[in-house]
């Protein structure tokens, strides 16, 4: 690793203790500190290019290519002619070796028949693109699919998920095989007979433990996830269910369960953790991608009778100021 890779984790490390108060157990290196993101999003400009907004401004920077995205990604990105002026941003997204482009119409606030006819020239123009020149295996547009395969295929913890365009996944795929590892071992070692999956996505993190034989009940707000998570359920057989709502929504009694495990956005879980203590769970397992909204979230915790049992770093964003946090909070 080089030195300047550990001053980014030290500092990294040093905000969440100062955050949380509290010392980290483990940090988890990235596998990969470049060409890891599996995931960019990028806007189109007046002339079809592709881009970055630079950081807290609309000023737009041309990428022809990108340091920490994959190799894949990249490869796409050297061969893509202009893109539709009239998107607004494209997703390259891959597996580890499938790319998959899904463009987003801009939509014209109150002019509705010109974002029509707008998206009918886009729709057209990327459906004449020559996806095996071009090294895609799918091109979407805003969630309809317009040519070749556009589900991703993401094996994870023993799980065969299907991806679709429109659903979250982790963009550091080597990194979230560590995090789903790790979240699968602490929960198994509490041999819970029951177990509450919050913000729960494809269900990349409870799946691998609903296939030991853990009840397991996800709720998920995401009408594209929810549908891939049913789709791995019924693929593997799995005793578990889904809840298609806002997790944030949970109230204390809604369910019963011993574990609870949560990985919201970064805008956090705001008041969830009140109604999750008050069922009295075993433990209660936190995934955040941002310490700030983290630490607001766990204030509640020390005055209910919960304490940080276990808190560990994943480096799932190598080369910026991000990072995964694992939190772990037991009754005292």
């Known amino acids: 690793m080089k030195w300047h890779e550990q001053d980014q984790l030290r500092g990294k490390r040093q905000e969440v203790e100062r955050l949380l108060g509290r010392s980290v157990d483990h940090v988890h290196h990235s596998p990969r500190s470049l060409a890891y993101r599996a995931r960019v999003t990028m806007k189109v400009n007046p002339d079809g290019r592709l881009g970055y907004h630079r950081p807290r401004s609309h000023q737009w920077t041309h990428v022809p290519s990108c340091a920490i995205a994959r190799e894949e990604l990249n490869a796409v990105l050297e061969k893509l002619p202009g893109l539709p002026p009239q998107l607004s941003e494209v997703e390259l997204r891959s597996d580890g070796k499938n790319v998959v482009l899904a463009a987003r119409s801009n939509k014209l606030r109150g002019r509705r ?24 295996a799918g091109i979407t547009l805003d969630g309809e699919k317009l040519s070749g395969e556009t589900r991703l295929q993401l094996l994870v913890g023993g799980i065969a998920h299907e991806v679709s365009a429109d659903s979250f996944y982790q963009v550091n795929l080597e990194a979230n095989e560590l995090l789903v590892a790790r979240v699968s071992e602490l929960i198994g070692a509490l041999q819970p007979t029951s177990l ?10 409870s799946l691998p433990i609903a296939a030991n034989g853990i009840d397991t009940v996800l709720i998920e707000q995401s009408k594209a996830s929810a549908g891939d998570a049913e789709r791995s359920l019924r693929r593997h057989g799995l005793k578990a269910r889904i809840i298609r709502g806002d997790a944030g929504r949970f109230q204390a009694g809604d369910l019963f369960f011993d574990v609870a495990l949560l990985d919201p956005p970064r805008a956090g879980a705001p008041g969830l953790l009140t109604e999750l203590i008050t069922t ?53």
């Open 113 to 136: 028949d010109r974002s029509r006819a707008a998206r009918k020239k886009s729709r057209q123009a990327l459906k004449a693109l020559d996806i095996k020149a071009l090294g895609l």
């Open 196 to 205: 509450l999956d919050l913000y729960a996505g494809i269900g990349n993190l």
């Open 280 to 332: 009295r769970p075993r433990a209660i397992f936190y995934v955040s991608c941002n310490p700030s909204t983290l630490a607001r979230d766990l204030s509640s915790a020390a005055a209910a009778g919960y304490t940080i049992s276990a808190l560990e770093l994943f480096d799932m964003f190598p080369q910026t100021e991000h990072i995964e946090t694992l939190c772990r909070l037991s009754p005292t």
